[in-house]
Each structure stands twice: as structure tokens, then as C-alpha cells.
């Protein structure tokens, strides 16, 4: 039998609490005092304003955003490079919150902070910001957050992305139209979106597979390989496609030469097929030179040599093998097993290979003539890497140790990350 509660009782502890509440709205809608962040002796250390950059080219661009509580006069802008000490370089308008820096020196490490200038006094710094800053920045897709970031020379500081709606599996960017494709073949699906505000511009849902993609400035428009078996053209207007060809087996990769000329690897075919601008059949490779095509792994492009650069296996081992349009010969330049990807390193007249074998991925170095000049190990899995043409750089996709990795061909690193949760490839802006 449940006792009878006595209910003065509960009266009063309904009275205490009601009470207790009040109190506590009261306080929380009574404005705090704010601390004067221009008095000396407020015993400030740093202001709460945060720096970041939305460029780190041969332009910093830093924004801000000012309080909108404090009166102060105008904002100063410090900065150093390097080990210098720092100066100021700019004092301007408290309306302004930004600062574009065009006395850069790339490659090299850029500090800044920003204080508010007021009547008398000045406050207390902002925390530091650190750019390095260079010609490059780089695109990453992430399967695990299903988004492409763009992150800046440095890495250091993400400079835009976009969600898509299922896993990226390949990037392509018009640049001059500041337009970017993404495809997912899982949902048969591919958007455009603006390659500076990340918004969508439009998307497509009538293809099977769409896996790689090129953007061909000439036509003006991407083109993307299905691996079901087909090639299309992307309007960049409405994302609408036209089937160029349905005769390809599984094309996995497609790469543009100068003339606009497309090469696509296609696995199911064991060969290589070229196809011009118009989107007609110019021939297809089922040896390079003298050296048949068995199974076909990865190509890649030299422009400026007019090479192209295919890993093959044959049994067991992966032969690298180059091919001159010039000549129309092709040199084994190296064998190994387990070769994934190849570049050119036109900065040093270089090849550069990733080897993944089991929990030891393996970077090396090759002459032109495919000896061995250096390698670097401790990698879990390289999905991806890229050469910076400008420079000679190297920016590498660690897929087992989730890190990016952008490092000068001496291996000497610039910067690395490891925010992304799943990154797998990497391009370049």
C-alpha cells in the first residue's frame, strides 16, 4: 500500500526549485562585465580572434572576423618570415576583415597575428597563424566522409571542399571555369560543383558506372569512362551526357595528351585505346612498340618528352615499361613485383614508382634510363601520388597510414596531415 505524501511538503520543495530556476535565468540573462582588452592590466595574453587563410599562393590572404562588441579604431597586421622578428606590415580600417600579403617568399615559413588598435593602447596579439606558402594547392577525396577537400601548399589548412552524396572515386577540374566533377559509380552518379564555394551546379544519375574523368579544354567539357563499358561527354552547363563510344570492355583510366587526344586503359580489353576530341576510335594498343600487352595496371603521361609510361604484369611480375610517340619504341625500364603507380619527374628528368608490398609501401626514385637512384620505405599503403611539375615535389596519398604527405625530391618534408580520415587521391590546383 503506497503512503500518502504530506503536501506542504511538497509545496515547499515545489517553492525551492522554482526558486533555485529563477536565480539561475536571472544570472544568465544579466550581461557579464567584459574585460578591456586595451587595459595593461587586464592580464591578457591573446585575443580571441582567429586567423585563417582562404589563399596561400603568391598571395596570403587572411580573414577574420572583428568583435562586434569592442570599439576599437583599426586593425594591425604583423608578420614574419623564417626566424626574422616580427613587424608590422599593414594597419587597416576596423571595417576590413581581411589582408592580402603579396610580399611573399614561397617555400618558406610565413607567421602572422593581428591586434586592435584602440584610442590609447593596444591589445593583446591573436594567435599565430603559419603559411608556407606555394604555387600549388591540392584536392583529396575522402571515402570516409565522402567529400573532396582542398587543402592549402602546406597542408596544413583546408581551403574549400565538397560533400557529395556517396564515396568520390575520381576527381576531374576544369580550372578556368572553376567547375570540378566528381564521380561515384556506386550510385551511378556524377556532379559538378564550383571549385571555390563548394556549391552544386549540377548533377546526373543516368549512367551506369562512372569511375574516371578528364576535362578536355578544347571541347569545353568533362569526359567520363563507365566501366560498365562506355565513354560520355559532360555538358558543364546541365551535366547532361552524350555516349561517345559503348564499345570499351572495363576502362578504368583516362588521361589527355596536348593535341587533346585521349588515352584510356582498359583491363577488360588488355590494351590501350586512343581516341581523338571528336570521340572516334584512332587506334588501339595491344602492344607498345614490340612488347605486348598482357594485363595492364596503371599509365601515366610525360607532356614534355611525349612518353608514356605503363605498368604491365606478365605472370607474377609488373614490368614498367616506356613508350615514345616520337619513335614509336618502347624500353622495359624496370621489374618488380607488386608495382602500382608511375610518374615523370620532369623537374629532374626522374621516374618515380610506388610499390605496395604487404605493410611495406615503398617510394623510389628511378633514372631516365630506369636505375635506381633512392627510395623511401615506412609507408602502410601509397593509393596515390602526383608530381608537381613546377618544382619537382611530391605529394603522396598514404591510404594505410591515413596521411598526405607533401615532400621536395630529396624527401625532405614540407608538410603532412593526417585529418582526413580515408584519403585516397590526391590532384593538383
Excluded at 586595451?38 to 603568391?58: G, K, Q, W, Y
Aim: aromatic content about 10%; overall charge negative.
Amino acid at each position: 500500500m503506497n503512503a500518502i505524501k504530506n503536501p506542504s511538503i511538497q509545496y515547499r520543495r515545489t517553492g525551492f526549485i522554482v526558486l533555485v530556476l529563477s536565480f539561475v535565468l536571472i544570472g544568465a540573462c544579466t550581461e557579464r562585465d567584459r574585460v578591456n582588452i586595451f587595459d595593461p592590466s587586464a592580464n591578457m595574453d591573446t585575443l580571441n580572434i582567429r586567423l585563417f587563410p582562404t589563399r596561400t599562393d603568391s598571395i596570403i590572404e587572411l580573414q577574420w572576423q572583428s568583435p562586434t562588441y569592442i570599439e576599437f579604431n583599426s586593425t594591425n597586421v604583423y608578420r614574419r618570415v623564417q626566424s626574422e622578428q616580427f613587424s608590422l606590415i599593414a594597419s587597416i580600417p576596423k571595417q576590413q576583415d581581411s589582408y592580402q600579403d603579396s610580399n611573399v617568399e614561397l617555400d618558406k615559413l610565413h607567421e602572422y597575428y593581428i591586434t586592435l588598435q584602440g584610442i590609447d593602447n593596444e591589445s593583446p596579439p591573436s594567435a599565430k597563424l603559419r603559411v608556407v606558402p606555394g604555387l600549388k594547392s591540392f584536392w583529396i577525396t575522402d571515402a570516409w566522409d565522402y567529400r573532396v577537400v582542398r587543402l592549402s601548399y602546406d597542408l596544413q589548412h583546408n581551403l574549400n571542399q565538397r560533400y557529395s552524396i556517396w564515396r568520390p572515386e575520381a576527381l576531374g577540374l576544369a580550372l578556368q571555369k572553376n567547375i570540378g566533377l566528381i564521380t561515384s559509380p556506386i550510385f551511378g552518379y556524377i556532379e559538378l560543383f564550383d571549385i571555390k564555394r563548394g556549391n552544386l551546379l549540377a548533377e546526373n544519375v543516368d549512367m551506369d558506372r562512372p569511375f574516371d574523368t578528364v576535362y578536355l579544354p578544347d571541347n569545353e567539357e568533362f569526359w567520363v569512362t563507365d566501366s560498365s563499358g562506355a565513354l560520355y561527354a559532360i555538358n558543364l552547363i546541365d551535366g547532361d551526357e552524350q555516349v561517345l563510344t559503348q564499345n570499351l570492355n572495363n576502362p578504368t583510366q583516362i588521361i589527355r595528351i596536348p593535341n587533346d587526344d585521349i588515352f584510356i586503359l582498359d583491363k577488360g580489353k588488355k590494351a590501350l585505346v586512343r581516341i581523338n576530341k571528336q570521340g572516334q576510335v584512332q587506334d588501339i594498343y595491344n602492344k607498345l612498340g614490340d612488347k605486348l600487352i598482357v594485363n595492364p595496371k596503371f599509365m601515366s603521361y610525360d607532356p614534355f618528352q611525349e612518353e608514356l609510361y605503363l605498368i604491365d604484369q606478365y605472370e607474377e611480375v609488373d614490368q614498367l615499361l616506356r613508350y615514345s610517340f616520337k619513335n614509336e619504341r618502347a624500353d622495359e625500364l624496370h621489374q618488380s613485383t607488386n608495382l602500382d603507380l608511375v610518374r615523370y619527374n620532369p623537374a629532374e628528368q626522374s621516374i618515380w614508382v610506388a610499390s605496395n608490398r604487404t605493410n611495406d609501401a615503398v617510394l623510389m626514385q628511378l633514372s631516365y634510363e630506369g636505375q635506381r637512384l633512392s627510395s623511401l620505405n615506412g609507408f602502410s599503403f601509397i593509393s596515390d601520388f602526383k608530381i608537381n611539375s613546377d618544382n619537382g615535389n611530391v605529394i603522396l596519398v598514404d591510404r594505410g597510414q591515413r596521411k598526405v604527405i607533401h615532400m621536395r625530391s630529396n624527401f625532405t618534408v614540407i608538410g603532412e596531415t593526417s585529418d582526413i580520415i580515408a584519403p585516397i587521391k590526391v590532384y593538383i590546383q
